[in-house]
């Protein structure tokens, strides 16, 4: 059959090839052989310049037995715990305002979505100070005296404020966005039947905005899971709290390039990336229950 | 059925409570930029007052003194520019190609191609750092302006987003020009590239974005201070300053600067533009 192409569809195959193959190549040079190749150096020990030794299950075994690993991994689900529903109940909060009929509506929005331009790397500079123990802005004005960054049980609750101070105005314009989809018409049918606002909330709002919602929180899920800049700005080695607040992410940064155990910090990402499949099919799975495509 | 009047004051009710929470909002979300602004301009003994003072004895530019000499800004000024104009060039220029030949043109092999495209974008950046770290060094790369563009020469994402865009122009466009007597390449960077200004527009912005908040890939890649971006140099400020706050938020002040003011220009582009990519 293929023979049979005529000279005009050869041709337009040939532009097709020819213009995916940058793109091509470059994932073939720059992801793909990568992922490969972490998967094999995962059971492989790096002795120094980028050699490598077979060895088996060794990284995983010396993994699963490390109390730093758990404790990276407990930290970061606790992390996504606290920001994703969180985080995204403070956004929708903030869609359903921005959706109102105010004055200023782009200004708010403007303010709300400023966090996302800044790099994350100053504003967690930022944030150190106002949590700083002795003389931050927080304490004072919160007449406490917590050592928010440094004390093992709210290091990582700091870390999330950070998150999701960042992230509330972005997953509110998506959500935004969800919301004015919704048919004014929805709304006026039910008002006729004497509905109050907060059961229009869960019968009209809620469904409809569901599989906005569910998009939103994927991403924040999947983020989330792989946070690393806040806590390796908020975080420095001599932080006492450093094991109760590194991420996996963290951990892998530590282990690959400053340890440079880059066998061993493999591992860490495979398992990471492991995890983060497996949550975000249960989600999938889940959403059946709550999400709704059709009214 | 309830009275005009008692509907009238829950209507007012519900006005206050949405100003109010928005305005709360807004005060939540500029403080800590005010705070930041406010520190930078007061001496180490002054942040440290108790009870604070809000606004610092008197407006100078000590600090932002201090953070240019320790910090070299100018370098990290041009090696962020470049490193991000690069990456968008890149981006824009090969995801338009490859979107266009995705959506529009017929090849054997397409559908495993575009697997590929799917793969890269399901999987986090991280698990490709190692062997990306490995090449650069092994190409003697390592602490290069290429080192830092390196893993953005192609954007899986970029290529997703403008395959969508591509695909939502009628084929008739495509095809009247085909008639008359565009070949493929023609067609496509005369007639159907420049009908995607809006998606280029966002893409741009959420690639220059997140490029310039990126912060493990140049920590590792270029441990040179010269040759480090504006988020990896600004990392190396918290343990020379650990206590000296103002110096600190001058420096942040300094690497956040170039995005605010582009941001403040260009609001709706970049609230579409990134809200509109969906985000990665």
Same mark, same amino acid.
């Given at each position: 059959?293929?023979?049979?192409?005529?000279?005009?569809?050869?041709?337009?195959?040939?532009?097709?090839?020819?213009?995916?193959?940058?793109?091509?190549?470059?994932?073939?040079?720059?992801?793909?052989?990568?992922?490969?190749?972490?998967?094999?150096?995962?059971?492989?020990?790096?002795?120094?310049?980028?050699?490598?030794?077979?060895?088996?299950?060794?990284?995983?075994?010396?993994?699963?037995?490390?109390?730093?690993?758990?404790?990276?991994?407990?930290?970061?689900?606790?992390?996504?715990?606290?920001?994703?529903?969180?985080?995204?109940?403070?956004?929708?909060?903030?869609?359903?305002?921005?959706?109102?009929?105010?004055?200023?509506?782009?200004?708010?929005?403007?303010?709300?979505?400023?966090?996302?331009?800044?790099?994350?790397?100053?504003?967690?500079?930022?944030?150190?100070?106002?949590?700083?123990?002795?003389?931050?802005?927080?304490?004072?004005?919160?007449?406490?005296?917590?050592?928010?960054?440094?004390?093992?049980?709210?290091?990582?609750?700091?870390?999330?404020?950070?998150?999701?101070?960042?992230?509330?105005?972005?997953?509110?314009?998506?959500?935004?966005?969800?919301?004015?989809?919704?048919?004014?018409?929805?709304?006026?049918?039910?008002?006729?039947?004497?509905?109050?606002?907060?059961?229009?909330?869960?019968?009209?709002?809620?469904?409809?905005?569901?599989?906005?919602?569910?998009?939103?929180?994927?991403?924040?899920?999947?983020?989330?899971?792989?946070?690393?800049?806040?806590?390796?700005?908020?975080?420095?080695?001599?932080?006492?709290?450093?094991?109760?607040?590194?991420?996996?992410?963290?951990?892998?940064?530590?282990?690959?390039?400053?340890?440079?155990?880059?066998?061993?910090?493999?591992?860490?990402?495979?398992?990471?990336?492991?995890?983060?499949?497996?949550?975000?099919?249960?989600?999938?799975?889940?959403?059946?229950?709550?999400?709704?495509?059709?009214? | 059925?309830?009275?005009?009047? !008692?509907?009238?004051?829950? +209507? *007012?009710? #519900? =006005?206050?409570?949405?100003?109010?929470?928005? &305005? @709360?909002?807004?005060?939540?979300?500029?403080?800590?930029?005010?705070?930041?602004?406010?520190?930078?301009?007061?001496?180490?003994?002054?942040?440290?007052?108790?009870?604070?003072?809000?606004?610092?004895?008197?407006?100078?530019?000590?600090?932002?003194?201090?953070?240019?000499?320790?910090?070299?800004?100018?370098?990290?000024?041009?090696?962020?520019?470049?490193?991000?104009?690069?990456?968008?060039?890149?981006?824009?220029?090969? !995801?338009?190609?490859?979107? +266009? *030949?995705? #959506? =529009?043109?017929?090849?054997?092999?397409?559908? &495993? @191609?575009?697997?590929?495209?799917?793969?890269?974008?399901?999987?986090?950046?991280?698990?490709?750092?190692?062997?990306?770290?490995?090449?650069?060094?092994?190409?003697?790369?390592?602490?290069?302006?290429?080192?830092?563009?390196?893993?953005?020469?192609?954007?899986?994402?970029?290529?997703?987003?403008?395959?969508?865009?591509?695909?939502?122009?009628?084929?008739?466009?495509?095809?009247?020009?085909?008639?008359?007597?565009?070949?493929?390449?023609?067609?496509? +960077?005369?007639?159907?590239?420049?009908?995607?200004?809006?998606?280029?527009?966002?893409?741009?912005?959420?690639?220059?974005?997140?490029?310039?908040?990126?912060?493990?890939?140049?920590?590792?890649?270029?441990?040179?201070?010269?040759?480090?971006?504006?988020?990896?140099?600004?990392?190396?400020?918290?343990?020379?300053?650990?206590?000296?706050?103002?110096?600190?938020?001058?420096?942040?002040?300094?690497?956040?600067?170039?995005?605010?003011?582009?941001?403040?220009?260009?609001?709706?582009?970049?609230?579409?533009?990134?809200?509109?990519?969906?985000?990665?």
């Amino acid at each position: 059959m293929n023979m049979k192409l005529s000279a005009a569809a050869r041709r337009e195959e040939n532009w097709g090839w020819f213009m995916v193959a940058p793109t091509i190549i470059g994932l073939v040079v720059l992801n793909i052989w990568p992922f490969i190749q972490t998967i094999y150096t995962s059971f492989c020990e790096h002795q120094g310049f980028g050699h490598y030794r077979f060895i088996g299950l060794g990284n995983y075994i010396e993994m699963f037995g490390n109390i730093e690993f758990w404790k990276a991994t407990w930290n970061t689900i606790f992390f996504c715990i606290l920001t994703v529903p969180v985080g995204v109940a403070l956004a929708l909060f903030v869609a359903i305002l921005l959706n109102a009929k105010v004055k200023f509506k782009g200004g708010f929005r403007t303010l709300f979505f400023l966090p996302l331009v800044c790099a994350p790397a100053a504003v967690a500079m930022v944030w150190r100070w106002i949590f700083n123990g002795e003389y931050g802005i927080l304490n004072q004005m919160l007449g406490q005296n917590i050592q928010w960054i440094t004390n093992p049980k709210t290091a990582v609750i700091a870390v999330a404020i950070v998150s999701i101070w960042s992230s509330v105005g972005y997953d509110a314009v998506l959500l935004l966005a969800g919301l004015q989809n919704i048919p004014k018409t929805l709304y006026e049918a039910n008002s006729i039947d004497g509905a109050g606002k907060v059961r229009q909330f869960f019968t009209i709002t809620l469904p409809m905005v569901s599989p906005t919602m569910f998009s939103v929180l994927i991403m924040r899920l999947m983020a989330s899971m792989k946070i690393y800049d806040l806590i390796y700005m908020m975080a420095d080695e001599t932080n006492p709290a450093l094991t109760d607040m590194q991420s996996l992410m963290y951990l892998f940064y530590r282990s690959s390039f400053v340890a440079g155990e880059r066998g061993y910090g493999s591992a860490i990402v495979v398992w990471t990336v492991s995890l983060i499949l497996l949550v975000t099919l249960i989600q999938f799975w889940g959403q059946k229950k709550w999400v709704t495509y059709d009214i | 059925m309830k009275s005009t009047d !008692s509907l009238r004051r829950s +209507y *007012a009710m #519900a =006005k206050f409570f949405t100003y109010f929470f928005l &305005i @709360l909002g807004a005060i939540i979300m500029v403080f800590p930029f005010a705070w930041m602004i406010l520190t930078s301009s007061k001496t180490v003994p002054e942040s440290m007052l108790i009870p604070p003072t809000i606004f610092p004895a008197k407006w100078m530019l000590d600090n932002f003194k201090e953070a240019v000499t320790s910090l070299p800004f100018s370098h990290l000024y041009w090696n962020t520019t470049l490193m991000v104009f690069f990456r968008v060039i890149c981006a824009v220029l090969f !995801s338009s190609m490859a979107g +266009y *030949a995705f #959506a =529009k043109l017929k090849f054997r092999g397409k559908n &495993i @191609l575009f697997g590929l495209v799917l793969v890269q974008m399901s999987l986090p950046s991280q698990i490709f750092i190692i062997p990306q770290y490995q090449m650069v060094a092994k190409m003697g790369m390592a602490n290069t302006i290429f080192a830092l563009v390196f893993p953005g020469l192609v954007s899986a994402f970029g290529v997703f987003f403008l395959r969508q865009t591509y695909m939502s122009i009628p084929d008739e466009v495509g095809e009247a020009a085909y008639l008359d007597g565009c070949n493929q390449w023609q067609t496509f +960077y005369k007639v159907m590239f420049p009908l995607t200004g809006t998606s280029v527009a966002a893409l741009t912005i959420f690639t220059a974005v997140f490029a310039y908040g990126d912060l493990m890939w140049p920590l590792v890649v270029n441990s040179d201070l010269k040759m480090m971006t504006l988020s990896s140099g600004l990392s190396t400020l918290k343990g020379q300053f650990s206590t000296n706050f103002p110096v600190l938020m001058a420096g942040s002040l300094l690497a956040m600067l170039p995005m605010v003011v582009l941001y403040l220009i260009f609001q709706r582009q970049f609230v579409e533009g990134i809200a509109g990519t969906g985000g990665k």
